[in-house]
């Protein structure tokens, strides 16, 4: 079945960076674009940033334009979220799944907390 495993998160000091990391199986992961998804506390789940399966199109939230990167691995099946310069309203438990803006399965993986506090 489709799964997704998201790693990386933690406490971070604002100003500061993290590198996520989400090893999806299940379907074929070459040939899908990824996305990566937030969930600030009390909020709905919110796309951050998409990459295509080839010749890689990449797309952002504008919050987090120029501060974030998506990158995918094909070989080990896994999406990258480098993300730098973090703010407080970044904090939120992030989620992958595969598609280009759009949520391609209903199985989420149970995310990644990133908090951003001093």
């Known amino acids: 079945q489709v799964q997704f495993v998201e790693s990386g998160g933690g406490l971070v000091q604002p100003g500061g960076s993290l590198r996520l990391s989400c090893v999806a199986s299940?379907?074929?992961?070459?040939?899908?674009?990824m996305s990566w998804y937030r969930q600030p506390p009390g909020k709905g789940r919110e796309l951050v940033a998409s990459?295509?399966?080839?010749?890689?199109?990449?797309e952002y939230a504008d919050s987090v334009a120029g501060r974030f990167t998506i990158s995918r691995d094909n070989a080990k099946n896994t999406v990258y979220l480098q993300m730098n310069n973090l703010r407080p309203e970044d904090t939120a438990v992030y989620y992958c799944?595969?598609?280009?803006?759009?949520?391609?399965?209903?199985?989420w993986g149970q995310g990644t907390q990133v908090t951003v506090s001093s």
């Open positions: 990459v295509s399966s080839a010749n890689p199109v990449k």
């Open positions: 799944n595969a598609g280009f803006s759009r949520a391609e399965y209903g199985d």
């Open positions: 299940g379907f074929a992961f070459h040939v899908n674009a």
